[in-house]
Every structure is written in structure tokens, then in C-alpha cells.
């Protein structure tokens, strides 16, 4: 028996399964589920094999197992549909002349675009139906409605897909592709909060001069580097000279101080894990101090530079910081040009699909960073507030001047944050160990740990 994508095709009802195969086949090939697919469900495909080769695929990807030839074969063996999938020799086809892609965005669009073209097409078809049956005009325009709306939304309404049981199912596969969608920073208590952020959301960060907010992004930058090894990372230095910007990287990634940098590459390189940090991050981390960027130019830079395979593509874009984007109307004041750049930044985001950490600097000049950052700092920058999908307030207790030797101690190493803004929830204070020597963030609890192991030694 034909299946009903098949039978569709036949119908001439829109469909390209070249862009299909070719998904298929970039998952296959990849090893892995690219974020830009996981738009797509399997009654997008128009044809039924492609749609159970999907499933296997979603399922490999659900059990964080290697998406590969064999072990598609082998999902499709367990659940007794190799034979309706046509061959084995058809699923390796699927890899079969396949062009190198730079993005499989555009094969996405087309594989979507089609399966709710057909939609249209199958509703369209069964509202004739009705109309030369003499139904009740009102209620096809009521069904028709409802049911052209769920096709924009998604696809054809299914009444199953709402009962308990199959929420739950849909519910397992949400859970097991949160780590796929998401990234975590490295702060613990904000990653708690979070459950991580998603590509397409940005985070803002907000302090006064002088707290450390360059030195905050790149560590996060090393730990994303760490944690995620499929992820491009692009760190835009607009303050800070690429060089410099290096040699940080560098110092958070070693552990050491400045000087034992410069030490090393003029007398022995192996004295720090310099060839490590460079083979290691190799077309994962760019760093860029053009400061003649605006938003649209960062775009183009950062699709460019995958396009060209300087990069893999890219999951986690820095920008240091946000008034030094401000090239707006220099007639509007400040608080409308943040705004405008926020709402871009916001945008660019989903645009690019990638997690966007944003420095900001608090409007208020005066202060010397050792007072906690409040909710208004973040509204006197214009609209970063309403724009960001997390807020962080940073600050360090150990600038106050004219502290007690005994408060000095206190507060030493302490860099504290607020977060003003979560939208998945809630808010809390939390602090962490700053280094000011090598510019290492680290939990406090591991820092105590580590203080009290080296002070039995």
C-alpha cells in the first residue's frame, strides 16, 4: 500500500525530496543533529521512509548516541521497519553525491515550507469536499480557520497528539533535546536557575568601570570552548586590542599570571599549554578588535568567516561592550540609542541562532564598582532591561575604598551578581571567586576547597 506522502507526491502536491535526503543525509554524515533541524518533525517529510529514517535519527540524537549509517540501520532493525524503508543500500544512498553545505538552514526552509504548502493543499482539498456536500457554510468557515491557523503553527491537527499519554512522549523528547538547544555558562547558580540558555536568546551583563567584565566574558568564553567542542565561539573586543584579548584567553586557560605568558613564548613555550590552547581551539575561537563594526557587520563577518571555515559553525557570540556599537543617531539621546542597539542585538540573536552574551557598562559614571547593581541601572541604559532575556548585575565588594584591613579580607576575591532578569524564572544573588592575578572565575566552594587542601599540605 502507497503511504499518504507517496500517494500525495502522485497527487502533484508540493514537495522536494532532494532537500529532504539531504537533511537526512547532513545528520548522517555530521554524526549529529544540527540545531536548524530540530525544527523540522517527521510528518514534514513527504515521504514515508524519509519520515521513519528521521525517527531513527531523533531517536540516536534523544540517547545521546553517534547518528551514523550502522546505527540507523540498527534503530530501524529494533522497531522491524528496515524492509518498509525500501533497502539498506537506500539509507547509505542518502549520503550518495552529497554537495559540501555551508548551511543546512536554507534545506530546513524548503523541507518546512512544502510540508505546510501540502497541508494547505489537503485542507483546501477537503473543504471542497464539504462545500459540494452542502455542509453548513458557517461551520467550514469555522473548521477552515481553525485548521488553516494549526497548519501555519505546525500541521495538520491531530486530536492524539493532546491526550496525556502523548504529551508525555513529547514531553520525554523535549526533555532529552533540552541539552541540544541550550547552553550552560559555567556560573552554577545562574546555569541552576536557567537551565541554561538558548540559541537565539541573549544574555547582558551590566557593571560599573573597573569590575572585571571583559575578564567575566572570557571565561565564559573558555568554558563554553571546554564544554561544547561542536560550538564556534566569536569574542568581539570592541574595548580591548586582539592581542591583549589573546593573552587573557591564554592566562584563564593556563591558570598563570601575565608575566609567565610573555616568559614562555620567549623562552619555552612548554612552560604553559600554548600549543594545546592553539590546536585545541583552532577554528573555534575568533577574536576580533575591528572597532569599525556595527551590528549588520558583525553578521556579515561571522557568515562569512563559517563560509569560509575559519570557524565551525557558530553557538556563542561575545560583544564587548554594547555602547561601543552605538553608531545611531547622534541627535537621539543615549537611552534611545542603547535602546535601538539592544533590540538589534536581541534580533541578530535569532537570526544567527546562537546564544549572544552582551557587556554593557551602567549609564552612571560615578562609583568605583564595590556597590551592588540594581534594576535601575538597567532601566537607565535604555530598554537592555526589556531586550535581554537574562540580566546579570556585577560588582565587588573589595573596591569600596577605605576598607578595614579586616573587610578587605572579607571581601577579597569576591565578584558578586545579581540576576535582575530571568525569564524562565526566578532570581537570586550568588557569588563566585575572581582572581584579579590570572583572571580565573571559579566557584566559591571549589576555591575553599582548594585553600583548605593547600593549607594541610
Not at 569599525?292 to 568567516?305: C, Y
Not at 537621539?332 to 554593557?360: D, H, N
Not at 552612571?364 to 531586550?387: F, H, N, Q, W, Y
Request: proline letters at 3%; hydrophobic letters at 40%; one cysteine or more.
Amino acid at each position: 500500500m502507497k503511504t499518504a506522502g507517496e500517494l500525495a507526491l502522485e497527487k502533484g502536491l508540493p514537495a522536494s525530496t532532494d532537500a529532504e535526503q539531504l537533511v537526512l543525509g547532513t545528520c548522517i554524515v555530521g554524526h549529529s543533529v544540527p540545531r536548524a533541524v530540530l525544527q523540522l518533525a517527521p510528518e514534514d517529510f513527504s515521504v514515508e521512509r524519509h519520515r521513519k529514517v528521521f525517527r531513527a535519527i531523533l531517536a540516536l540524537n534523544g540517547l545521546k548516541r553517534p547518528i551514523e549509517y550502522a546505527t540507523v540501520v540498527e534503530v530501524l532493525d529494533k522497531r522491524n521497519e528496515l524492509e518498509k524503508v525500501g533497502s539498506i543500500a537506500s539509507i547509505a544512498g542518502l549520503t550518495d553525491g552529497m554537495p559540501v553545505l555551508s548551511s543546512i538552514g536554507e534545506y530546513v526552509r524548503v523541507v518546512k515550507e512544502k510540508a505546510t504548502l501540502r497541508r494547505l493543499a489537503v485542507i483546501g482539498q477537503d473543504l471542497a469536499k464539504k462545500a459540494i456536500a452542502g455542509t453548513e457554510p458557517n461551520d467550514i468557515i469555522e473548521q477552515s480557520i481553525a485548521r488553516l491557523e494549526n497548519a501555519r503553527l505546525a500541521g495538520p491537527l491531530d486530536a492524539e497528539k493532546f491526550t496525556l499519554e502523548s504529551l508525555h512522549r513529547e514531553y520525554q523528547r523535549h526533555a532529552d533535546l533540552l541539552d541540544e538547544q541550550r547552553i550552560r555558562l559555567g556560573l552554577d547558580r545562574f546555569d541552576e536557575l536557567t537551565g541554561g540558555v538558548s540559541f537565539g536568546e541573549v544574555v547582558t551583563c551590566i557593571a560599573r568601570t573597573g569590575v572585571g567584565k571583559s575578564a567575566l566574558a572570557q571565561n565564559l568564553i573558555a568554558n563554553v570552548l571546554r564544554n561544547y567542542p561542536d560550538l564556534g565561539v566569536v569574542f568581539f573586543s570592541l574595548e580591548m586590542p586582539r592581542l591583549q584579548a589573546f593573552e587573557r584567553q591564554l592566562m584563564i586557560h593556563a591558570g598563570v599570571e601575565r608575566g609567565k605568558v610573555t616568559y614562555a613564548y620567549r623562552n619555552d613555550r612548554g612552560l604553559i599549554p600554548v600549543d594545546e590552547f592553539v590546536r585545541g581551539y583552532s577554528r573555534r575561537l575568533l577574536i576580533v578588535d575591528n572597532t569599525n563594526l556595527d551590528l549588520t557587520g558583525i553578521k556579515q563577518f561571522i557568515r562569512g568567516a563559517v563560509a569560509a571555515k575559519l570557524v565551525v559553525p557558530v553557538g556563542f557570540i561575545v560583544i564587548d561592550y554594547l555602547g561601543l556599537l552605538d553608531r545611531g543617531n547622534q541627535r537621539a539621546s543615549l537611552t534611545e540609542r542603547v535602546s535601538v542597539l539592544a533590540r538589534e542585538v536581541k534580533q541578530m540573536a535569532k537570526q544567527l541562532e546562537a546564544v549572544v552574551l552582551l557587556v554593557a557598562q551602567t549609564s552612571r559614571s560615578a562609583g568605583d564598582g564595590s556597590e551592588e547593581v540594581t534594576m535601575l541601572d538597567a532601566r537607565d541604559s535604555g530598554a537592555i532591561e526589556d531586550s535581554a532575556d537574562f540580566l546579570l548585575g556585577a560588582w565587588r565588594p573589595e573596591l569600596k575604598k577605605d576598607l578595614t584591613p579586616e573587610k578587605y579580607a572579607e571581601y577579597h576575591g569576591d565578584l558578586c551578581f545579581s540576576i535582575l532578569k530571568n525569564r524562565r524564572g526566578p532570581r537570586d544573588r550568588f557569588t563566585v571567586f575572581f582572581d584579579a592575578k590570572t583572571l580565573r572565575i571559579d566557584s566559591k566552594e571549589a576555591r575553599r576547597a582548594e585553600e583548605s587542601r593547600e593549607a594541610c599540605a
